[in-house]
């Protein structure tokens, strides 16, 4: 197919829709060495981020997780749906009654329903069905994906790439809590249709992923792992006809047993 040089029309595109409004791009191009400097930067910084579960009660401000959240909620998304939730819970009491609900569900994963092939992959992790780190930690983030959008007089609104837009601000999220000198784990028990419950979200909202966060204990342990170098994930105008795939779900984080995302 050849590209066409003329684009077509608004009205072609979307016939009968009112045309956007657009406003100027606020952006400062930075001289290329400052660019340099700053992407390598943030690496560095970003490279000392570490999952744990291990974790200080030492309260963290509402206002911190507040911002790390806005910054959350800066991610692109499908058709700018901004399908995502985010559900902070510090009450002693609820965090207690969330880590039972979890800790239930992770008891049947590790005990009976953990294929060998997962329970292999986690072992150098070392989990268990124990989540301390629930109660521990003065807060816990629960991202919710908005699978449809509800409106006033009980409709739906369509959304598109829920999962995707969702993990994305998750990305963000985490990001943002490491710059501000905190930690996390992402954890996606399995199943999670709980949460949805315990935390008595609308029937439209479906759970993502659990976050503890706060500072770390002082005797936190992380295991030794290391990261993949730039060679093994990073390559640059490779072409080809192929057509590949993936086993992965529509979660992309597949689809048995106690989900956690290392390092």
């Given at each position: 197919?050849?590209?066409?040089?003329?684009?077509?029309?608004?009205?072609?595109?979307?016939?009968?829709?009112?045309?956007?409004?657009?406003?100027?791009?606020?952006?400062?191009?930075?001289?290329?060495?400052?660019?340099?400097?700053?992407?390598?930067?943030?690496?560095?910084?970003?490279?000392?981020?570490?999952?744990?579960?291990?974790?200080?009660?030492?309260?963290?401000?509402?206002?911190?997780?507040?911002?790390?959240?806005?910054?959350?909620?800066?991610?692109?998304?499908?058709?700018?749906r901004q399908p995502w939730r985010f559900v902070a819970v510090q009450d002693p009491a609820l965090k207690a009654?969330?880590?039972?609900?979890?800790?239930?569900?992770?008891?049947?994963?590790?005990?009976?329903?953990?294929?060998?092939?997962?329970?292999?992959?986690?072992?150098?992790?070392?989990?268990?069905?124990?989540?301390?780190?629930?109660?521990?930690?003065?807060?816990?983030?629960?991202?919710?994906?908005?699978?449809?959008?509800?409106?006033?007089?009980?409709t739906r609104t369509k959304n598109y790439y829920t999962v995707e837009s969702a993990s994305i601000a998750v990305?963000?999220?985490?990001?943002?809590?490491?710059?501000?000198?905190?930690?996390?784990?992402?954890?996606?028990?399995?199943?999670?249709?709980?949460?949805?419950?315990?935390?008595?979200?609308?029937?439209?909202?479906?759970?993502?992923?659990?976050?503890?966060?706060?500072?770390?204990?002082?005797?936190?342990?992380?295991?030794?792992?290391?990261?993949?170098?730039?060679?093994?994930?990073?390559?640059?105008?490779?072409?080809?006809?192929?057509?590949?795939?993936?086993?992965?779900?529509?979660?992309?984080?597949?689809?048995?047993?106690?989900?956690?995302?290392?390092?």
């Amino acid at each position: 197919m050849i590209m066409s040089a003329d684009a077509p029309t608004f009205a072609e595109v979307y016939p009968g829709h009112p045309e956007p409004q657009f406003r100027p791009l606020e952006f400062s191009r930075l001289p290329p060495q400052e660019t340099l400097a700053r992407a390598e930067a943030f690496y560095h910084e970003m490279q000392q981020r570490r999952t744990t579960r291990h974790f200080s009660r030492d309260a963290v401000p509402q206002a911190v997780i507040e911002w790390a959240v806005r910054t959350a909620g800066t991610a692109p998304s499908g058709a700018h749906r901004q399908p995502w939730r985010f559900v902070a819970v510090q009450d002693p009491a609820l965090k207690a009654r969330l880590r039972e609900a979890v800790e239930a569900e992770e008891y049947k994963t590790y005990t009976g329903r953990m294929p060998e092939e997962w329970r292999a992959a986690l072992a150098p992790l070392g989990t268990d069905y124990v989540k301390a780190h629930l109660t521990d930690a003065p807060w816990v983030i629960v991202v919710f994906r908005e699978k449809y959008g509800l409106n006033t007089d009980g409709t739906r609104t369509k959304n598109y790439y829920t999962v995707e837009s969702a993990s994305i601000a998750v990305g963000l999220l985490i990001a943002a809590l490491h710059h501000a000198g905190l930690v996390t784990l992402t954890h996606t028990p399995n199943p999670m249709g709980f949460l949805a419950e315990l935390l008595c979200r609308p029937r439209n909202e479906e759970a993502l992923m659990v976050l503890p966060v706060g500072y770390p204990a002082p005797d936190a342990t992380v295991p030794e792992l290391t990261r993949k170098p730039l060679e093994q994930i990073f390559q640059v105008d490779l072409g080809g006809t192929g057509v590949g795939g993936t086993d992965l779900d529509d979660t992309g984080l597949g689809s048995t047993g106690d989900q956690q995302i290392e390092p």
